[in-house]
């Protein structure tokens, strides 16, 4: 299904029990992003966002609706299923790098091929590419800790894209950054749209990096909002 967009969710809803009493986070949301595009989701804290962005990104399931990758339900696979698409289709970059301070950045980058058995050699070539691409070939030796605060998040998108997912989603990727820094590591994503085609789909709570993407999503109290 060529044509289908990259993604999409159909009247997503999520409740969670709580004290006896069933909070509803989300409300029946549904929304698509296309091929090729990025949409940033905006809305204040508790609207719903991260809950969305780990419904979308099978790290946990809905309550009701559906999520399609390119046309596939991905919604009701068994939970083994799940984990080995979410590691083979899925980028995830965080708020904070979670790199593993043991290993180091050529390291970190390779890993989710390894945990998917792809040939080592196979993995260090893709990990060196992507590294290189993002400037940080002259890095790969060094431990996490031995580098910035931006170079340590470009490192983590770089670890989300080796496996070569459908769609990169990212939580807050800039949130733990200064200004500067914050810009360096948009600059990159909409570079990466603009040579590889990258389908982004990432929650902000700036509205300056949001407007930089195709598009804007605003979620209020868990519905998506004109």
């Given at each position: 299904?060529?044509?289908?967009?990259?993604?999409?969710?159909?009247?997503?809803?999520?409740?969670?029990?709580?004290?006896?009493?069933?909070?509803?986070?989300?409300?029946?949301?549904s929304?698509?992003?296309?091929?090729?595009?990025?949409?940033?989701?905006?809305?204040?804290?508790?609207?719903?966002?991260?809950?969305?962005?780990?419904?979308?990104?099978?790290?946990?399931?809905?309550?009701?609706?559906?999520?399609?990758?390119?046309?596939?339900?991905?919604?009701?696979?068994?939970?083994?299923?799940?984990?080995?698409?979410?590691?083979?289709?899925?980028?995830f970059?965080?708020q904070?790098?979670?790199?593993?301070?043991?290993?180091?950045?050529?390291?970190?980058?390779m890993?989710?091929?390894?945990?998917?058995?792809?040939?080592?050699?196979?993995?260090?070539?893709?990990?060196?590419?992507?590294?290189?691409?993002?400037?940080?070939?002259?890095?790969?030796?060094?431990?996490?800790?031995?580098?910035?605060?931006?170079?340590?998040?470009?490192?983590a998108?770089?670890?989300?894209?080796?496996?070569?997912?459908?769609?990169?989603?990212?939580d807050?990727?800039?949130?733990n950054?200064?200004?500067k820094?914050?810009?360096?590591?948009?600059?990159?994503?909409?570079e990466?749209?603009?040579?590889?085609?990258?389908?982004?789909?990432?929650?902000?709570?700036?509205?300056?990096?949001?407007?930089?993407?195709?598009?804007?999503?605003?979620?209020?109290?868990?519905?998506?909002?004109?």
């Amino acid at each position: 299904m060529s044509d289908a967009p990259a993604l999409r969710a159909e009247d997503v809803r999520k409740v969670f029990r709580r004290d006896g009493y069933d909070l509803e986070v989300l409300k029946g949301v549904s929304l698509s992003i296309a091929r090729g595009e990025m949409a940033g989701v905006v809305g204040v804290s508790g609207a719903g966002k991260t809950t969305l962005l780990q419904i979308l990104g099978t790290l946990d399931r809905a309550t009701s609706g559906r999520v399609l990758y390119g046309g596939r339900d991905v919604s009701a696979l068994p939970e083994e299923e799940m984990a080995a698409f979410r590691n083979r289709s899925v980028g995830f970059v965080f708020q904070f790098h979670n790199l593993l301070p043991e290993f180091t950045v050529l390291e970190n980058v390779m890993l989710p091929c390894l945990i998917a058995r792809i040939d080592p050699e196979v993995a260090r070539g893709r990990a060196s590419r992507l590294l290189s691409d993002v400037g940080l070939s002259g890095r790969i030796a060094h431990r996490t800790g031995e580098i910035s605060g931006g170079e340590q998040q470009r490192a983590a998108i770089c670890r989300a894209l080796v496996m070569e997912p459908s769609v990169l989603l990212a939580d807050e990727p800039t949130g733990n950054l200064d200004r500067k820094t914050a810009a360096g590591v948009v600059d990159l994503l909409v570079e990466l749209n603009r040579t590889q085609g990258l389908s982004l789909l990432m929650v902000t709570h700036n509205e300056r990096i949001a407007e930089r993407l195709h598009r804007v999503i605003r979620i209020d109290d868990g519905r998506i909002v004109p």
